[in-house]
């Protein structure tokens, strides 16, 4: 659930940075955080329950990549200024993006190795 939860929380983020709510975006970001270390914490989880799965320690170093990535993208847009939101902010909601996506990617290659 905190998996799924971070994802949609990145979603509302893009959409409040495209309709220029920087503020909205930071607070997003920032309610992120601890939902983003949540599941990292339940990957870790798994992988501990889980001995020797490769996949397991991939998906606990995304989740660690991408909580990094959370409190960057905070840190950027936290002075709020008149200009609108920052290249880095920006930078990190797209790497946030794409560590989501290989994610996703590793929970598919892993669902067969379960079943």
Request: net charge neutral.
């Amino acid at each position: 659930m905190a998996v799924e939860l971070t994802a949609g929380l990145l979603f509302a983020t893009a959409i409040s940075d495209a309709l220029g709510f920087a503020s909205v975006s930071f607070l997003l970001l920032l309610v992120g955080v601890p939902v983003c270390a949540t599941a990292g914490l339940v990957c870790l989880a798994r992988r501990v329950e889980a001995d020797r799965d490769p996949l397991g320690t991939l998906q606990s170093a995304l989740a660690g990549i991408l909580l990094a990535l959370f409190i960057v993208g905070a840190a950027a847009r936290a002075p709020m200024t008149a200009e609108g939101i920052p290249a880095v902010g920006s930078g990190a909601l797209a790497l946030a993006f794409l560590v989501l996506l290989c994610q996703a990617l590793v929970a598919l290659a892993a669902r067969p190795l379960r079943e």
